[in-house]
Nanobody, 123 residues
Framework: QVRLVESGGGSVQAGGSLRLSCAAS????????MGWFRQAPGKEREFVAA????????YYADSMKGRFAVSRDNAKSTVYLQMNSLKPEDTAVYYC????????????????WGQGTQVTVSS
């Protein structure tokens, strides 16, 4: 069992930045690749970014490339999502998730999910 807890969400003006954190606990947590997803009101859950078990490889949704950066510190069992140049359309609940499959953008392939953290970007 892996438990994931996100933090770092909040309200920011367009063009601003936020860094989300996802702390993992439980057995074999370092064996999991990690991903970030988001869900805006009335919309489907959307893939944001993924990072491999070692952290050497990353994968982004096209709309996030160049603005978002995912990283992980396995010694701290924490995954980060640095979000820059935020836009109002980035407003959503952001979730981190753990998967045995590296760099997946498919939500059903993730086994564990956090509770989410709200990000609100105002214009």
């Amino acid at each position: 069992q892996v438990r994931l807890v996100e933090s770092g969400g909040g309200s920011v003006q367009a063009g601003g930045s936020l860094r989300l954190s996802c702390a993992a606990s439980g057995r074999t947590r370092s064996s999991y690749a990690m991903g970030w997803f988001r869900q805006a009101p009335g919309k489907e859950r959307e893939f944001v970014a993924a990072i491999s078990r070692s952290g050497a490889s990353t994968y982004y949704a096209d709309s996030m490339k160049g603005r978002f950066a995912v990283s992980r510190d396995n010694a701290k069992s924490t995954v980060y999502l640095q979000m820059n140049s935020l836009k109002p359309e980035d407003t959503a609940v952001y979730y981190c998730a753990a998967s045995l499959i590296n760099l997946s953008d498919f939500a059903p392939q993730y086994d564990y999910w956090g509770q989410g953290t709200q990000v609100t970007v105002s214009s």
